[in-house]
């Protein structure tokens, strides 16, 4: 059993940054694919950023160029660095767990066995 734990969420201005982190125990990190989604009230869960146990990277085309999704396999951890942000970002931010796969499966959220809690991210225009 794989848990998450996210943080690095909060209050921002358009144009700012916030980077978040995911927290991950009990389970061999490095043989998962990670991936970011989100949800605004009212919408979908839908696909963010997605970094598969080889590190191969795929974005969703409204974050392409502005966020930056890593992991760091030594301590556990994967993050969202997310830069240029508009209120259209405003969401909760789910990280989540998968089986090592294709990459052509990080955008699907069926693929994900874990979830973490949710953090949220506000930018204010």
């Known amino acids: 059993q794989v848990q998450l734990v996210e943080s690095g969420g909060g209050l921002v201005q358009a144009g700012g940054s916030l980077r978040l982190s995911c927290a991950a125990s009990?389970?061999?990190?490095?043989?998962?694919?990670m991936g970011w989604f989100r949800q605004a009230p009212g919408r979908e869960r839908e696909f963010v950023a997605g970094?598969?146990?080889?590190?191969?990277?795929k974005y969703a085309d409204s974050v392409k160029d502005r966020f930056t999704i890593s992991r760091d396999n030594a301590k556990n951890t994967v993050s969202l660095q997310m830069n240029s942000l508009n209120p259209e970002d405003t969401a909760v931010y789910y990280c989540?767990?998968?089986?090592?796969?294709?990459?052509?499966?990080?955008?699907?959220?069926?693929?994900?066995?874990?979830w973490g809690q949710g953090t949220q991210v506000s930018v204010s225009s």
């Open positions: 989540a767990a998968g089986a090592k796969s294709s990459s052509s499966y990080l955008r699907l959220m069926d693929k994900y066995n874990y």
């Open positions: 009990g389970g061999t990190f490095s043989s998962y694919n």
């Open positions: 970094i598969t146990w080889s590190g191969i990277r």
